[in-house]
């Protein structure tokens, strides 16, 4: 695992496929906005990575990346490089399946779809996979 800033700022944690991985990305994430006086994004940001790291855990069979960094003041973008090169459907445009009553999964793609203000993904050539990347944030969420 490392860690590394880059400024303005701009963050990457590269995680290892371990099921600890999703935690420790929290954790980052938390002291790093914390850190920027950005603690009114950690609750919906938290969420947000939350859901796109497990995914990469999940999905995916190599280590993974979260990348997070300031798109302007108040906003924040985090990013999530995984080895798996399917985009799930709401990153493509489509509806997230919807689970059923007694799933224990499913329901994380619309959770991302109704709290971040946009997302998107793209497939990666270099090195295979995609990134799918959320915002949250904005002057009028501080």
């Known amino acids: 695992m490392s860690f590394t800033v880059s400024p303005p700022w701009a963050y990457t944690l590269q995680l290892p ?23 009114p994004l950690t ?14 855990y999940r999905y995916s069979d190599a280590p993974y990346t979260l990348t997070l960094r300031a798109v302007e003041p108040g906003r924040v973008r ?3 490089w995984d080895s798996n090169p399917l985009i799930p459907a709401p990153f493509r445009g489509g509806p997230a399946t919807p689970a059923g009553d007694t799933d224990e999964r499913g329901r994380g793609l619309r959770l991302v ?4 203000d946009s997302f998107g993904a793209y497939p990666l050539d270099t090195g295979g996979g995609k ?12």
């Open 17 to 39: 496929q371990d099921p600890r991985g999703p935690g420790i990305a929290r954790s980052m994430l938390r002291t790093v906005l914390a850190a920027h006086g950005l603690r």
């Open 43 to 56: 609750a919906v940001a938290e969420l947000l990575a939350s859901e796109l790291v497990t995914n990469a």
């Open 78 to 80: 985090l990013g999530v």
């Open 113 to 116: 779809q109704s709290c971040a």
């Open 131 to 142: 990134l799918l990347w959320v915002e949250c944030g904005g002057p009028a969420a501080l």
